[in-house]
């Protein structure tokens, strides 16, 4: 079982820059495939990003390639989210998650997600 804490949203003008983190407890965080998602007021959560257990593999939602970068570093159990040029539509909660499943590596489907953060709130300013 894993621990996710989610931090560093705020509110940034549009055209700004915010950095999500994802703390993880545990050993094993090597062993998760990552995955960040979002939920917008009165809007399904939807997929952002994810990234393999080895951090070799990575898969954007349309909406955010380019902008968005995913990564992870192992030695922290911490994945990021560097989240670039955003825009008012970016306005949600993010919440990260952790897939314990090999196979496939990537995955955009929630139920694939075993573990959530609470999620943290990321609002852009026009």
């Known amino acids: 079982q894993v621990q996710l804490v989610e931090s560093g949203g705020g509110l940034v003008q549009a055209g700004g820059s915010l950095r999500l983190s994802c703390a993880a407890s545990g050993r094993t965080f090597s062993s998760y495939g990552m995955g960040w998602f979002r939920q917008a007021p009165g809007k399904e959560r939807e997929f952002v990003a994810a990234i393999s257990r080895s951090g070799g593999i990575t898969y954007y939602a349309n909406s955010v390639k380019g902008r968005f970068s995913i990564s992870r570093d192992d030695a922290k159990n911490t994945v990021y989210l560097q989240m670039n040029s955003l825009k008012r539509e970016d306005t949600a909660v993010y919440y990260c998650?952790?897939?314990?499943?090999?196979?496939?590596?990537?995955?955009?489907?929630?139920?694939?997600?075993?573990?959530w953060g609470q999620g943290t709130q990321v609002t852009v300013s026009s």
């Open positions: 998650a952790a897939n314990p499943r090999p196979l496939p590596p990537i995955t955009i489907t929630m139920d694939r997600y075993d573990y």
